[in-house]
């Protein structure tokens, strides 16, 4: 199937700093998009990824599992370390718990991450339904363009597959018992009206890894996709001074030309 339009991965060859980028369950690159460029425009090599099952029809992500996309940014995060000196990782939503798993298994390889509205848990009677209503029902409610801003939209699917959402449910067990081994320094926002994830989730990585540099920035503005809502520019420009702190030399090979 063709990617929809808007829905494309994105690649930056930039200096020596590098950036992988990790979109949200029934999403796209396309939510991560401006950041991805923002951060392109200020000379970063950047990787958004489109993971497997995504960007298409709901049908090709009923087939694809947590392997699936977990493979996909470790694969992209593995040719980052061959490319840069340093790599950090971002994440939206289910894309925050793929970064977890990142720096929980490549440890210092990973110089810092910065999760936007992490998803930890499959929350509600839903939950405990799923192992079974995934057989009964092949889709529900989609979960895509929660956003405040007037005229903003994510392109993501109208229906979620439940098989899909079942291994993300065992995902997110998997990555919860990880979290302890994350040790890297974190910059976590997190949207207090966020109608997809609730800010417990944010609350319980935050009690649960390991790291010591740890800043949380609340995002009074914004509902869950918040790169795409009010507080998108303080998004862009708090990880750029994170990654600045952390690596001083980003940016400083040049700008972006193009995409």
């Known amino acids: 199937m063709p990617v929809l339009p808007g829905a494309e991965p994105y690649r930056h060859e930039g200096g020596e700093v590098g950036v992988l980028?990790?979109?949200?369950?029934?999403?796209?690159?396309?939510?991560?998009?401006?950041?991805?460029?923002?951060?392109?425009?200020?000379?970063?090599?950047?990787?958004?990824?489109?993971?497997?099952?995504?960007?298409?029809r709901?049908?090709?992500?009923?087939?694809?599992?947590?392997?699936?996309?977990?493979?996909?940014?470790?694969?992209?995060?593995?040719?980052?370390?061959?490319?840069?000196?340093?790599?950090?990782?971002?994440?939206?939503?289910?894309?925050?718990?793929?970064?977890?798993?990142?720096?929980?298994?490549?440890?210092?390889?990973?110089?810092?991450?910065?999760?936007?509205?992490?998803?930890?848990?499959?929350?509600?009677?839903?939950?405990?339904?799923?192992?079974?209503?995934?057989?009964?029902l092949p889709t529900t409610k989609g979960i895509a363009s929660d956003i405040a801003k007037d005229g903003s939209a994510e392109i993501g699917y109208d229906r979620v597959p439940l098989h899909a959402?079942?291994?993300?449910?065992?995902?997110?067990?998997?990555?919860?018992?990880?979290?302890?081994?994350?040790?890297?320094?974190?910059?976590?926002?997190?949207?207090?009206n966020d109608h997809v994830v609730p800010p417990a989730d944010s609350a319980r990585v935050l009690s649960r890894v390991s790291s010591t540099d740890v800043t949380?920035?609340?995002?009074?503005?914004?509902y869950h996709v918040a790169t795409l809502d009010h507080d998108a520019d303080r998004i862009f420009e708090e990880s750029y001074g994170f990654i600045g702190r952390l690596a001083p030399s980003a940016g400083k090979e040049g700008t972006a030309t193009g995409g």
């Not at 950047?46 to 960007?55: E, K, Y």
């Not at 949380?216 to 914004?222: D, F, H, Y």
């Open 216 to 222: 949380e920035i609340l995002l009074e503005q914004s």
């Open 58 to 136: 709901w049908q090709d992500m009923q087939v694809t599992g947590w392997q699936d996309w977990y493979a996909e940014v470790d694969r992209e995060l593995r040719l980052l370390l061959e490319r840069c000196a340093e790599v950090f990782v971002f994440g939206l939503s289910m894309g925050g718990a793929l970064t977890l798993r990142l720096a929980a298994k490549h440890g210092d390889a990973v110089r810092g991450l910065v999760l936007v509205n992490p998803a930890n848990k499959v929350h509600g009677l839903a939950a405990h339904a799923l192992p079974v209503a995934r057989f009964l």
């Open 21 to 56: 980028l990790c979109h949200g369950f029934t999403g796209s690159p396309q939510s991560l998009r401006p950041w991805a460029e923002y951060l392109a425009e200020r000379g970063l090599t950047v990787s958004l990824p489109l993971l497997p099952g995504h960007g298409t």
């Open 165 to 192: 959402a079942h291994s993300m449910r065992q995902f997110f067990r998997l990555v919860d018992g990880e979290l302890p081994q994350v040790t890297q320094p974190l910059l976590l926002l997190h949207s207090p």
